[in-house]
Nanobody, 111 residues
Framework: QVQLVESGGGLVQAGGSLRLSCAAS????????MGWYRQAPEKQRELVAA???????NYADSVKGRFTISRDNAKNTVYLQMNSLKPEDTAAYCC?????WGQGTQVIVSS
């Protein structure tokens, strides 16, 4: 079992930045996939960014060029750097590591 704890969410003005962190209770090296998802009120959950163990990344079209997923194996942590935030980025963001999910962190972008 692996516990994931997200942090870094909050309230930010449009155009601002946030960095989300997802700290795992065990090593993340052996996981083939990791990523960030988000769910806005009354909308379906959507993939925001994903990364494979080999370092390949994939982004939702709506965040390309603004968000960056990365990881620090030594810290067992996956990050999501979010720049140029827009009100439509407002959502609960959850990290995924293999079959495991975090509880989520709320991001609110004011206009």
């Amino acid at each position: 079992q692996v516990q994931l704890v997200e942090s870094g969410g909050g309230l930010v003005q449009a155009g601002g930045s946030l960095r989300l962190s997802c700290a795992a209770s065990r090593s993340i090296v052996r996981f083939n996939s990791m990523g960030w998802y988000r769910q806005a009120p009354e909308k379906q959950r959507e993939l925001v960014a994903a990364m494979t163990s080999g370092g390949s990344t994939n982004y939702a079209d709506s965040v390309k060029g603004r968000f960056t997923i990365s990881r620090d194996n030594a810290k067992n942590t996956v990050y999501l750097q979010m720049n140029s935030l827009k009100p439509e980025d407002t959502a609960a963001y959850c990290c995924m590591l293999g079959p495991y999910w975090g509880q989520g962190t709320q991001v609110i972008v004011s206009s």
